[in-house]
């Protein structure tokens, strides 16, 4: 049988706490401190996630929520891709996180919501986060961007992202571990992989410029052997979350098996008409949903609200 690529189902965490993390900001530039309390942030949030949940459900994937518990506070729960991974082969991964702060949102009642909803089954689990005791992190599907048909873990190294646990993580689960340095226009990391790549069944979207010039070519070619369609950002696209997209798979009465390539709002509005209508060629349906505060506060987008879960 054929690897999958995409996904049919994911997992999804609904925010209690929703607001700017400080803590995780020292490495992620691309969060921005707002102005206004924190009860309308999470207000905000609430909607926004409310009509990426309402959208992707149109769509035919299926969305397992699990609520948010107010305490301890976890302004960053709405992103669970970063702490748990569901694969093919029924492998459950939890990693390691950089932030004091993060760490409590790996809750076994998430998983065992993800188990008995979307129908997962759990073979064996690859724990890492004993690693956050020495001190090196790898932030799940953050860290890791997967090219599940060949077998490819591309990781951008950086603060949250550690080359042994890379390495560690290819090892246990079978992949190649391609690793490459990042800046953007401070000439700081780029704090996670999936900001500038997203790899679908038949695309792959890239901030090429975000990369290393010594790393690039090679990237690039790894890319291109893979036979998708490459489809290049530039850094101005990148800053809005252009590269955060995520390819998901569902079933469509007039197409049958199908593909949905979800991003937000304000990644569609950055993109050049030129590179949205490539992007449309290569899959079956676009989906944009506005996540601007999600985006603003959090420095995550719409790919880092969704953990992807995998049945076999």
């Known amino acids: 049988m054929p690897r999958q690529q995409c996904a049919g189902a994911v997992l999804m965490v609904k925010p209690a706490a929703f607001g700017y993390n400080p803590e995780t900001a020292a490495t992620n530039h691309m969060q921005k401190p707002g102005e206004e309390a924190e009860a309308p942030a999470n207000e905000r949030a609430l909607l926004e996630f409310a009509t990426l ?32 991974s569901f694969h093919e082969d029924g492998t459950l991964v939890l990693y390691p996180m950089q932030a004091l702060s993060r760490r409590t949102e790996r809750r076994p009642e998430v998983i065992a919501a993800a188990l ?18 020495g001190g090196r992190f790898l932030e799940g599907t953050g860290s890791l961007v997967l090219d599940h048909v060949n077998r490819v873990a591309y990781a951008a190294l950086s603060a949250r992202t550690h080359p042994a646990l890379v390495e560690e993580w290819a090892r246990e689960m079978g992949y ?6 990042t800046r953007d226009a401070d000439g700081a990391p780029l704090y996670h992989t999936n900001v500038l790549l997203c790899i679908g069944a038949r695309l792959i979207v890239v901030g090429t410029q975000s990369i290393a010039p010594g790393d690039r070519a090679r990237v690039l070619e790894h890319l291109s052997a893979s036979g998708r369609e490459v489809i290049e950002l530039r850094p101005s696209e990148v800053e809005r979350f252009a590269g955060n997209m995520l390819e998901l798979a569902t079933w469509d009465e007039a197409l049958g098996d199908s593909h949905v390539l979800v991003m937000s709002a304000g990644a569609r509005a950055a993109l050049s008409v030129e590179t949205f209508g490539r992007l449309n060629a290569c899959t079956d349906t676009t989906l944009a949903v506005p996540v601007p505060t999600i985006e ?7 790919r880092c609200m969704l953990a992807e879960v995998f049945v076999a």
């Open 53 to 84: 949940v309402r959208a992707l459900e149109s769509e035919g994937i299926a969305v397992c929520v699990v609520e948010d518990t107010p305490s301890p506070v976890k302004p960053d729960a709405v992103f669970p891709n970063n702490w748990v």
């Open 116 to 133: 008995r909803r979307v129908g997962f089954q759990a073979r064996r689990t690859l724990d890492l986060t004993h690693h956050e005791s």
């Open 176 to 181: 190649e571990a391609l690793m490459f340095e």
């Open 296 to 302: 603003e506060l959090g420095g995550g987008g719409v």
